[in-house]
């Protein structure tokens, strides 16, 4: 370290150049990784929320956007429920409408249908829970958009009228739509194409109701069970017995719309950032390490180990990257919170924390090929003319 | 180490046996040096003996490719010899395995001085003395070394703590002068010290290197084009072609 911080301070132009070049890499990468967690809750914040193991579709949906395509019945659901480990299984619905609110305001709605009184039933941070046909949990997000408890939405097309009654706690979205629970057989009147036009749905609506589909069935395994850890074993017996494809709650986010491609996209964008920034550190430490041949020469002549010179010039590159990269990760989070409301940008500590390991890692890697020139450097170079 | 005897081997040519001068110094018996790769090789080194005690400082001049970098590189455990036998301090350099052996021996018992003096741009003069002493490896010893005194004695007391860039080339020599003492070796290697200086900085420089070689019984080296600077040297040696043609072995100083 004796030689490494003192031509960190005696190269410091040079030094600050390339730290300039890693802080970059650094606030990019917050920034990549704010969008992608952002992306990330805007389209499966609803999901995740959920206390879910898994999803069953109907066999043979198609992955892409199973939650609308596929079309499941109580016999599916019963046959699951016959299976072990199996704490919990439900029907539930799910579709995207259009709406507007009295005042006129249109609104786009994930419906999740659930049971009222089931375990997939929203607990509200705000008014009411699911307690009549017309009632709906709307996200939280919803409620700097002019919608509050008791504001009447009318579907379009149909008409149907339905209520905000609560709020969820938190953000609730699925494909970057705002959801809006409402009871299982609320959505089934809708679906089955009986909903009353012009008017609320009551019980009486309900009564007369001879439908037993929803989209998919939601289970939750017994605590400490295979189908509880998402095993893709543990689902076969049920998928056979129930004529379902089954994915755990992670492999269902595929199945949300656009969810595939952007997290995709996104990892591929951070994927050649570390690459970019591993090349550009190792670049950077081969010319410099290039550039002292001759004193590195003379080094070793005299007896330094290339163990010694290997530690030092390691020892560089790490403080080079540490504080850069912190420096770096600071300014973008800086710049982060002054993202504007509304844009799907998310500050998390875990993937901050991820990505930051990673970009040092990668750059040390960078840097210790770089580096290692040291250790191919002859010694008797030393003697002779100044090269 | 081995245990087996050599039946073979004839007294005459045993290998470990001390040089004429005795075990302290260096010593240089029948040493040959072959470089270049494959096809041409060069005999830079032709059956060389050559002895320099403690305290004694010899020149070595002779002309461009005579082989005087490759006596020192030799003499200076950077390269091994083809044949022939090359000990310092007592111990026989063909003992010594691998370039880790190779670089301890020389951070413990050499010191190099090179041309224009080959420092750190980034260290002062103090630190150069420090990182000297911290490459040998002496841990603690290292962090309580004090250079002052060493710098004193060079005459660069007062340039402490400029760069090799705020130094005059002299200057910058003896910075490197003083480098090349902190391990106390045994054996100083002095590669062409006068090449960037004027005449009378020449003198200054070489009259140092002798003088320091005097009073700490180092045993030194120096390769050189400049006849000028003859007169400071105990013994001057001539080479060409890889061999030693001439030993004027002038005592100029008793
Ligand atoms: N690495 C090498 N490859 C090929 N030839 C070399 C090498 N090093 C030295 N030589 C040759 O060995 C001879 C002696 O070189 P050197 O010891 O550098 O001489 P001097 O220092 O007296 O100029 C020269 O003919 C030179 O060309
Ligand atoms: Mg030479």
């Known amino acids: 370290m004796f030689l490494a911080l003192r031509e960190l301070a005696f190269a410091r132009g040079r030094f600050s150049l390339m730290g300039l070049v890693i802080g970059l890499i650094a606030i990019l990468m917050v920034l ?36 609308s395509r596929s079309v499941v019945d109580t016999d599916q659901l019963a046959a699951w429920r016959g299976q072990p480990d199996v704490a919990e299984a439900e029907l539930m619905g799910t579709s995207i409408m259009n709406a507007v609110t009295d005042d006129g305001q249109q609104v786009d709605l994930t419906m999740f ?51 905000v009654v609560g709020f969820t706690e938190g953000q609730a979205t699925f494909g970057h739509v705002d959801i809006a629970y409402l009871p299982l057989a609320t959505w089934q009147l809708i679906a089955a194409g009986q909903a009353p036009d012009g008017e609320a749905p009551t019980d009486a609506h309900l009564a007369t ?13 017994a605590e400490g069970s295979e189908l509880a850890a998402g095993s893709a074993e543990a689902f076969a017996a049920g998928d056979t017995a129930a004529t379902t494809t089954t994915l755990s709650l992670e492999e269902s986010f595929n199945a949300s719309p656009g969810y595939q491609a ?41 007896g330094a180990s290339a163990g010694y010179l290997l530690r030092d010039g390691l020892a560089q590159a790490s403080i080079l990257l540490v504080s850069f990269t912190a420096l770096g990760v600071a300014a973008g989070v800086g710049l982060g919170s002054l993202m504007p409301e509304g844009m799907p940008f998310a500050l998390e500590a875990q993937p901050i924390a991820v990505a930051s390991a990673l970009t040092i890692l990668l750059g040390l890697v960078g840097a210790a090929v770089a580096v290692l020139r040291v250790t191919r450097i002859e010694p008797i170079s030393a003697l002779g003319g100044n090269r | 180490m081995s245990t087996t005897v050599d039946h073979h081997r004839e007294p005459a040519q045993d290998r470990s046996a001390p040089g004429p001068a005795g075990i302290l110094g260096l010593h240089l018996r029948d040493v040959t040096l072959e470089v270049g790769d494959g096809g041409e090789r060069v005999r830079a080194l032709d059956r060389v003996d050559l002895s320099v005690t403690p305290g004694e400082f010899v020149a070595v001049i002779g002309p461009s490719g005579a082989g005087k970098s490759s006596l020192l590189a030799v003499a200076g455990a950077l390269a091994t010899p083809t044949s022939g036998v090359v000990e310092v301090l007592g111990q026989d350099l063909a003992g010594l395995r691998g370039q880790g052996q190779l670089a301890a021996f020389r951070r413990r018992h050499l010191g190099f001085v090179f041309q224009s003096g080959n420092l750190v741009p980034a260290l002062t003069a103090a630190d150069q003395l420090r990182l000297a002493r911290r490459i040998a490896h002496r841990g603690g010893r290292s962090r309580s070394f004090d250079p002052a005194p060493l710098l004193e004695a060079v005459d660069m007391g007062h340039r402490a703590g400029h760069r090799p860039g705020q130094l005059s080339g002299g200057e910058r020599q ?16 002095v590669d062409e010290p006068t090449a ?46 890889g061999r030693l043609v001439d030993h004027r072995s002038v005592t100029l100083r008793p």
Not at chain 1, 275 to 280: K, T
Request: net charge negative; with cysteine.
């Open chain 1, 32 to 67: 990549l990784s704010g969008l992608s967690s952002g992306l990330v809750n805007d389209g499966v914040s609803g999901l995740k929320s959920l206390p879910v193991s898994a999803f069953a579709f109907d066999e043979g949906t198609k992955t892409d956007n199973a939650f």
């Open chain 1, 113 to 163: 249908g659930v049971e009222p009184d089931g375990f997939l039933a929203p607990e509200p941070a705000d008014g009411d829970a699911l307690d009549r046909p017309a009632g709906i949990v709307v996200s939280e997000s919803l409620r700097g958009e002019g919608i509050d408890v008791g504001t009447v939405i009318t579907l379009d097309r149909i008409n149907t009228e339905l209520e």
């Open chain 1, 209 to 221: 109701l001879d439908f037993d589909q929803a989209s998919v069935i939601a289970l939750q395994g």
């Open chain 1, 262 to 302: 952007e997290t995709m996209t996104l990892s591929m964008i951070q994927v050649f950032l570390y690459a970019i920034g591993a090349l550009v550190v190792g670049a950077f430490f081969t010319v410099w390490t290039i550039q002292r041949g001759h004193e590195l020469a003379v080094l070793r002549a005299m």
């Open chain 2, 174 to 189: 003896r910075v490197g002068i003083a480098r090349a003492l902190v391990n106390e070796p045994s054996l100083l290697l």
């Open chain 2, 196 to 241: 960037a200086l004027d005449r009378r900085r020449s003198q200054d420089i070489v009259a140092l290197l002798a003088r320091q070689c005097h009073q700490r019984g180092i045993a030194g080296v120096m390769v050189t084009h400049d006849h000028d600077v003859l007169d400071h040297c105990d013994r001057v040696v001539e080479m060409v072609d």
